[in-house]
């Protein structure tokens, strides 16, 4: 298994502001994905996380809004910008070893937009 | 990645086993079934998966049906802890990320 850490778990912003949250996996993983879980609902896909180049994007979210970063095997982040109560919601990471195998996931992180 | 069917919720009394059911009925043949469980606040953990026999580790038991169009998670001896909501997921070798549909929340009583 891998241990995936998230950091802040959860943070209380402003509107307007931005916040990026950080995702550090303790062994070389070939994929890592942020996932958003808004309240009482299921995980949806935002993006996946591209090492050494610009994730790609699911429907209905955008690189301005959600940019991500992934420099190298073990880390990445996630930043939500110019937020509004709407983006209230948990904000998850996870990462597979290799294409085929099961998927591991961080505690998420909780931000509530006032 | 084909599309699964659970129900919305269940109950189970505690010490007995939890049978969750899940449906795929238009599985391929290089799909595997994945289980996965998400307790209140926490990210979702990883219970088993498997492909075509059937899969036991030290959290629970996956039952595929021969036609591979249903499988059955079990519990053995469920307990309060194992209240959380239980997510199947058919995903093929080369599929990228896990789609989650709603889950079966599991309520398991005293």
């Known amino acids: 298994s891998a241990v995936i850490s998230q950091k802040p778990s959860r943070d209380i912003c402003q509107r307007g502001t931005s916040l990026t949250i950080q995702c550090q996996v303790d062994s070389q993983v070939t994929m890592m994905f942020w996932y958003r879980q808004q309240p009482g609902q299921s995980l949806t896909l935002i993006a996946t996380a591209n090492q050494g180049s610009e994730a790609t994007y699911e429907s209905g979210f955008v690189i301005d809004k959600f940019p991500i970063s992934r420099p190298n095997l073990t880390f990445s982040t996630l930043t939500v910008s110019n937020m509004s109560p709407e983006d209230s919601s948990i904000y998850l990471c996870?990462?597979?070893?290799?294409?085929?195998?099961?998927?591991?996931f961080g505690q998420g992180t909780r931000l509530t937009v006032v | 990645d084909a599309k699964t069917t659970q129900p919305p919720s269940m109950d189970c009394a505690e010490g007995r086993a939890a049978n969750l059911p899940c449906n795929h009925s238009t599985i391929s043949g290089n799909e595997y079934v994945y289980w996965y469980r998400q307790i209140h606040s926490q990210g979702p953990q990883y219970i088993i998966h498997g492909l075509k026999n059937n899969e036991t580790n030290e959290m629970a038991s996956l039952i595929i049906t021969e036609d591979r169009k249903s499988s059955t998670l079990i519990l053995p001896h469920a307990t309060l802890r194992d209240t959380a909501v239980y997510y199947c997921i058919v995903r093929g070798p080369t599929g990228q990320n896990f789609v989650f549909g709603p889950g079966t929340r599991l309520s398991v009583l005293p």
């Open positions: 996870s990462a597979h070893r290799e294409l085929n195998t099961e998927a591991f």
